[in-house]
């Protein structure tokens, strides 16, 4: 199974993925994290993308394609995979459905998660995740079990994302809207694109994905 989650910045692609991960086994691919990853580790393409993820604008799509393609080919052709926070342009959409067919793989589902704008930034600038293990939280809708304590991992550090702040977010979604959300009728052609509320509660938002992979064949 190959599906992507669309949706703006903190429409809770991330947290849903993980869980597809926890209950199906399903490997999350999120370009995002692996951007992260490269600015971490300082790698070329890490520094390069910084300035511009800071500032909350796209890196370029021949960076984000070539992520993909590498992980994908690190990954058995049975693995099913959950594409997460790509594509997010026309010519990303492109270069997907070309890594796809090159290995003998074809995109499923496409589920977006609909949401309330002015919700996101709540959503976002409340988020925080452990440092060690990168388990997400929220100051009001997810909180450790144990105050201060990680429940995965029992790490008692924390994070926020640097561009996690109200006028970056801001830019994230106009980049959304001028970009990403016009991809949707690409897949919308195709028939397989499903609407799920995201301003339900987390638990009712896995849910509906769960239905709609039940019924994906
Ligand atoms: P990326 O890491 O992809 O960030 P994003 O798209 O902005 O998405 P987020 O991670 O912010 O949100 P999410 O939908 O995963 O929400 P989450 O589940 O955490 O990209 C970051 C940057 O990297 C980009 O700006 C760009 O510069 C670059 N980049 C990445 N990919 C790229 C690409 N393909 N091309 C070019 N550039 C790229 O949820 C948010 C919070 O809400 C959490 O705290 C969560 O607990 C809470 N929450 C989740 N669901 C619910 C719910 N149903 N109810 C209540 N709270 C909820
Ligand atoms: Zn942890």
Do not use: W
Request: glycine share 10%; proline share 5%; hydrophobic share 40%.
């Amino acid at each position: 199974l190959n599906i992507i989650l669309l949706g703006p910045p903190g429409a809770g692609k991330g947290t849903q993925a993980a869980r597809l991960e926890e209950e199906h086994g399903m490997v999350q691919l999120s370009t995002g994290d692996m951007l992260r990853a490269a600015v971490k580790a300082g790698t070329p393409t890490g520094l390069q993308a910084k300035a511009v993820m800071d500032a909350g604008e796209l890196v370029s799509d021949s960076i984000v394609s070539g992520l993909i393609g590498e992980r994908l080919d690190a990954l058995g052709p049975d693995v099913s995979v959950i594409f997460d926070g790509y594509p997010r342009t026309a010519a990303q959409a492109e270069a997907l459905d070309a890594l796809l067919a090159e290995r003998g793989r074809k995109l499923d589902h496409v589920i977006e998660l609909v949401v309330e704008e002015d919700a996101l930034v709540d959503r976002i600038t409340g988020r925080f995740s452990c440092a060690k293990c990168g388990a997400g939280y929220h100051d009001r809708y997810k909180l450790p079990k144990v105050e201060g304590t990680c429940d995965v991992c029992g790490s008692h550090e924390f994070k926020r994302r640097p561009d996690d702040n109200e006028e970056t977010v801001r830019t994230r979604m106009a980049e959304y809207r001028g970009k990403t959300a016009p991809i949707l009728p690409i897949y919308e052609e195709r028939g397989i694109v499903t609407h799920v509320d995201g301003m339900a509660p987390i638990d009712e938002v896995n849910d509906a994905i769960e239905t709609i992979l039940a019924t994906a064949t």
